[in-house]
């Protein structure tokens, strides 16, 4: 017979647990960080992860200037997310949010990285991508 401090614990873990989930729509940032442009929940539209050979021939497709929502409708939600500072030593840096999708199925596996720019209307758009070694 289980005592019934221990079924206590037990029901107790996952209500505390939910306190400490982001509300639906919510961004959360961390160390005083800007929130990333992704929308949890904010699939319409957007297709299920390619294969890496699949990938290999949208990246070709993939052009500057190019929306955000299109590249996560071509790609799926990036596996990785964030902020790089680009253009320091050359005088005029920027902020590029930086996406990345990484291929299991790949031997060994690989990975997509892109880089987005903001334009004057406040959008993300494409700046350059590559396959990093």
Known sequence: MIPIHRILLLLSVPVFGFGCMPQSG???TIGGSLPLPVLPGDTEGIQARPSYENALQLADSVKVGMPQRVVE????SPDKAGYKEYGRAA???????VWEWVFQDAIPPR???IVFQQDASGN????HGDWPE
Not at 73 to 76: I, P, R, S
Not at 91 to 96: L, S
Not at 124 to 127: D, F, L, P, S
């Open 26 to 28: 919510e961004v959360t």
């Open 73 to 76: 409708a071509m790609f799926g």
């Open 91 to 97: 005088g005029a840096p920027w902020r590029a949010l």
């Open 111 to 113: 990975a997509l990285s």
């Open 124 to 127: 993300w758009r494409v700046n």
